[in-house]
């Protein structure tokens, strides 16, 4: 019993503590680079929202994270653009 006192929550522990990186209005490529820098400053394991409004976002985004050993847990398209939760790999 006392390994369930986590409330069941083990598939999406730190989503709620997640900073949110807003990238809105930039162009390809600065929210990749703009992401890399704010990710490298990050702990192993530490999740990042990243939200953007460049259409390419979708493509960049998941290409960095699969470049660089990052997680990209999930995606959302918000009004205007996309949010993408990122863990540092």
């Not at 369930?4 to 990238?23: C, K």
């Not at 999740?47 to 959302?76: K, M, N, Q, Y």
Request: with cysteine; glycine share 8%.
């Amino acid at each position: 019993m006392l390994e369930q006192e986590d409330g069941g929550q083990e598939d999406r522990p730190s989503t709620n503590s997640a900073a949110v990186y807003d990238l809105k209005g930039l162009n390809c490529p600065l929210p990749v680079l703009k992401a890399k820098k704010r990710l490298s400053a990050m702990q192993p394991g530490s999740r990042l929202w990243l939200e953007t409004t460049d259409p390419l976002a979708v493509l960049d985004i998941p290409a960095f994270c699969a470049e660089s050993g990052h997680r990209l847990v999930e995606t959302t398209a918000i009004s205007g653009g996309h949010r993408f939760l990122v863990e540092r790999g």
